[in-house]
C-alpha cells in the first residue's frame, strides 16, 4: 500500500528557512504527481504547491509563490518543500499528497496522504 512519510518540520524564527521531505513508497513513484497541502489549526486544509509525474510543471498557492519551491527526486522516491521567508502565517501541520491517477500534471481530488510534520514560525 501507499505509504507516505513526511520529515523536516519544526520551530523555526520568522524569516528563516526549512526544507520539508516526503519519502513514498508502495507505488512506482515517478509515475505519479506530488504535492503539499497543509491545516492550521481551527481552518481547514488548503492547496501549497504541486509538481507533475515528470517534474516539469509547479503549481503554488498565491501565499505561497516567489518563497516555497516544490521538486522531486525519482531516483530517491521522495519529494520536497523548500521553504524560504517563513512567516508566523505559514505556521500549520504540513502533509505530503500523491496523486491517485497515473500521469497526472495537476493534482487530482482522489490523493493518498501522509501523517502531516508540524512548521512552527515564530514572530
Known amino acids: 500500500q501507499v505509504q507516505l512519510v513526511e520529515s523536516g518540520g519544526g520551530l523555526v524564527q520568522a524569516g528563516d528557512s526549512l526544507r520539508l521531505s516526503c519519502a513514498a513508497s508502495?507505488?512506482?513513484?515517478?509515475?505519479?504527481?506530488m504535492g503539499w497541502f497543509r491545516q492550521a489549526p481551527g481552518k481547514e486544509r488548503e492547496f501549497v504547491a504541486g509538481i507533475s509525474w515528470v517534474g516539469y510543471n509547479t503549481h503554488y498557492a498565491n501565499s505561497v509563490k516567489g518563497r516555497f519551491t516544490i521538486s522531486r527526486d525519482n531516483a530517491k522516491n521522495t519529494t520536497y518543500l523548500q521553504m524560504n521567508s517563513l512567516k508566523p502565517e505559514d505556521t500549520a501541520v504540513y502533509f505530503c499528497?500523491?496523486?491517485?491517477?497515473?500521469?497526472?500534471?495537476?493534482?487530482?481530488?482522489?490523493?493518498?496522504w501522509g501523517q502531516g510534520t508540524q512548521v512552527t514560525v515564530s514572530s
Open positions: 499528497a500523491q496523486d491517485h491517477p497515473e500521469y497526472g500534471v495537476r493534482l487530482s481530488d482522489n490523493l493518498y
Open positions: 508502495g507505488r512506482t513513484f515517478s509515475m505519479y504527481a
